[in-house]
């Protein structure tokens, strides 16, 4: 088992930034690729961002890229998104996950463990 805590959501305006942060504990978190994902109201989950296990391969949905950054800190076991020039659209659940895949995934059934989700309201 993989545990994954996030934390760092909250309540920004458009244009502002937020930080989330994503701990690992349980079974290694080493070899893993990362991701973020969202999930607005009615809406299915989607993917945000995913970065591989080492060499730092990043991935972004195309409307986000330019503004949020995935980044980890392997030693911590700890991935992070990097969220500014916030918009409203951005509003949603945000979730961190884990697969057993080295390299990038992009798909939610290609991820094995899941954070409990933060709320990122942005406000207009």
């Known amino acids: 088992q993989v545990q994954l805590v996030e934390s760092g959501g909250g309540l920004a305006q458009t244009g502002g930034s937020l930080r989330l942060s994503c701990a690992a504990s349980g079974r290694t978190f080493s070899g893993r690729a990362m991701g973020w994902f969202r999930q607005a109201p009615g809406k299915e989950r989607e993917l945000v961002a995913t970065?591989?296990?080492?060499?730092?391969?990043?991935r972004y949905k195309d409307s986000v890229k330019g503004r949020f950054t995935i980044s980890r800190e392997n030693a911590k076991d700890t991935i992070y998104l990097q969220m500014n020039s916030l918009k409203p659209e951005d509003t949603a659940v945000y979730y961190c996950?884990?697969?057993?895949?080295?390299?990038?995934?992009?798909?939610?059934?290609?991820?094995?463990?899941w954070g409990q989700g933060t709320q990122v309201t942005v406000s207009s």
């Open positions: 996950a884990a697969t057993s895949r080295y390299s990038l995934a992009s798909l939610a059934s290609e991820y094995d463990y």
């Open positions: 970065i591989s296990w080492s060499v730092g391969a990043t």
